[in-house]
C-alpha cells in the first residue's frame, strides 16, 4: 500500500518523529488508522444505539420531554449517582 501525505501533513509527522512522539513514518499511519477503526466502531455502536431507541419509540416505549420529565430525570440520574458513591 502507498500512501501520499501533504506537505502539512509530513511536516507533522516529521515534528513527531524529532520530538520523539513517533520512531517511524510508518507509526504515524499506524496510529492514524487505529484512530479511525476507533472511531468507526464508535460510530457502528452510535447507529446501533440510534436503531434501538427507533425500535423503543415503535413500541410506544418513549417518553414525553417537559421541563418536568426533565427534572424528573435529573434527579433520578443524582440519586443513581449518589448510590454508587456511597457503595
Known amino acids: 500500500m502507498e500512501e501520499h501525505s501533504t506537505p502539512d501533513q ?3 509527522i516529521r515534528q ?3 520530538s520523539g512522539r ?8 499506524k496510529e492514524a488508522l487505529s484512530l479511525w477503526e ?3 466502531r464508535t460510530r457502528a ?7 434501538e431507541a ?3 419509540l415503535a413500541r410506544g416505549e ?3 420531554i417537559t421541563q418536568q420529565s426533565m427534572r424528573e430525570l435529573a ?5 443513581r449517582g449518589r448510590a454508587r458513591l456511597a457503595a
Open 75 to 79: 434527579e433520578q440520574v443524582k440519586q
Open 38 to 40: 476507533e472511531r468507526e
Open 22 to 29: 513517533l520512531h517511524r513514518e510508518e507509526d504515524a499511519v
Open 54 to 56: 427507533e425500535v423503543s
Open 10 to 12: 509530513k511536516a507533522f
Open 16 to 18: 513527531a518523529i524529532e
Open 62 to 64: 418513549g417518553r414525553i
Open 45 to 51: 455502536e452510535i447507529l446501533a444505539a440510534v436503531d
